[in-house]
T-cell receptor, first 115, second 119 residues
Framework: AQSVTQPDIHITVSEGASLELRCNYS??????LFWYVQSPGQGLQLLLK??????LVQGIKGFEAEFKRSQSSFNLRKPSVHWSDAAEYFC?????????????FGSGTRLSIRP | NAGVTQTPKFRVLKTGQSMTLLCAQD?????MYWYRQDPGMGLRLIHY???????AKGEVPDGYNVSRLKKQNFLLGLESAAPSQTSVYFC??????????????????FGDGTRLSIL
């Protein structure tokens, strides 16, 4: 069965510092991979997605993620965080064959920004 | 363009009471989903629908029922609320085979959630 692991429950970084959020997935074939962000009291917003091709994908708000098949990872990065990046981040996976568009979410990483 | 709208936004129930959460989308999406979000557990799929008049169980369907009488609406019902159902509920919608139709499509569009407390 597919699964997604986000090993960090909570991360605090200083404003202006770089950020990397970890995500590992379990799936037999190449899945579709996503990162979502959830601001307090809001729904989920898609940051970026990976289907195939270039393993480094660019997203909105200056985020990027790199797909590494050998490590079954899809880590999210940002070179310099802003206070507005404080939110919860979810990594997710969807099997490519499914028409039902079911997505499996990780448990989330809460990001706090230190002034 | 409202996207996905959930009503109500907040609700407090007593154990044993019933209620219905409404999700409405105006994007003509075929697929709709109900999730619950609990601390440390991410989002878990309760039920989903791949078209008007169809529903299917997700990961955590027990204690919930759903209906999709109209394409744009997906209702989530709690017949006899229990404290374990205290959660934030999210509705989402999507095209079927969204990545084939247009890879730039979002896989799912989410509402802003309904915070439900069962006392």
């Amino acid at each position: 069965a597919q699964s997604v692991t986000q090993p960090d429950i909570h991360i605090t970084v200083s404003e202006g510092a770089s950020l990397e959020l970890r995500c590992n997935y379990s799936y037999g074939a190449t899945p579709y991979l996503f990162w979502y962000v959830q601001s307090p009291g809001q729904g989920l917003q898609l940051l970026l997605k990976y289907f195939s091709g270039d393993t480094l994908v660019q997203g909105i708000k200056g985020f990027e993620a790199e797909f590494k098949r050998s490590q079954s990872s899809f880590n999210l990065r940002k070179p310099s965080v802003h206070w507005s990046d404080a939110a919860e981040y979810f990594c997710a996976v969807a099997p490519g064959y499914s028409s039902a568009s079911k997505i499996i979410f990780g448990s989330g990483t809460r990001l706090s920004i230190r002034p | 363009n409202a996207g996905v709208t959930q009503t109500p936004k907040f609700r407090v129930l007593k154990t044993g009471q019933s209620m219905t959460l409404l999700c409405a989308q105006d994007m003509n999406h075929e697929y709709m989903y109900w999730y619950r979000q609990d601390p440390g557990m991410g989002l878990r799929l309760i039920h989903y629908s791949v078209g008007e008049g169809t529903t299917a169980k997700g990961e955590v369907p027990d204690g919930y029922n759903v209906s999709r009488l109209k394409k744009q609406n997906f209702l989530l019902g709690l017949e006899s609320a229990a404290p374990s159902q205290t959660s934030v509920y999210f509705c989402a919608s999507s095209y079927g085979y969204w990545w084939q139709a247009n890879p730039s499509n979002q896989p799912q569009h989410f509402g802003d959630g309904t915070r439900l407390s069962i006392l």
